[in-house]
Nanobody
Framework: QVQLVESGGGSVQAGGSLRLSCAAS????????MGWFRQAPGKEREFVAG???????????DYADSVKGRFTISRDNGKNMVYLQMNSLKQEDTAVYYC????????????WGQGTQVTVSS
């Protein structure tokens, strides 16, 4: 069982920045695939960014096309934390953002946080 707690959401004007944080439980966090998803009102939940372990101390990050070049996902395995740095925010980035984790032994997202609201105004 992996527990996830997000923080860092809020309101910002378009063009601004926010950093989301996610604290995760688990003894083998460094091997978990971690990701961020979002859900805007009236829309389905969508993938934003993910970072997965590909061996030794190497991780691979991927992004939705809509956020490439603006968002950066990172992790601190010593603290069991994953972050989402969001720059050049747009109104269409407004959504509830969810942290997700695979847990041990899989790359599928099996665990979800409670979500944190990000609101971008014009």
């Amino acid at each position: 069982q992996v527990q996830l707690v997000e923080s860092g959401g809020g309101s910002v004007q378009a063009g601004g920045s926010l950093r989301l944080s996610c604290a995760a439980s688990g003894r083998t966090f460094s091997t978990y695939t971690m990701g961020w998803f979002r859900q805007a009102p009236g829309k389905e939940r969508e993938f934003v960014a993910g970072i997965r372990w590909i061996g030794r101390n190497t991780y691979y990050a991927d992004y939705a096309d809509s956020v490439k070049g603006r968002f950066t996902i990172s992790r601190d395995n010593g603290k069991n934390m994953v972050y989402l740095q969001m720059n050049s925010l747009k109104q269409e980035d407004t959504a509830v953002y969810y942290c997700a984790s695979s847990g041990e032994g899989t790359r599928s997202y099996n665990y979800w946080g409670q979500g944190t609201q990000v609101t971008v105004s014009s």
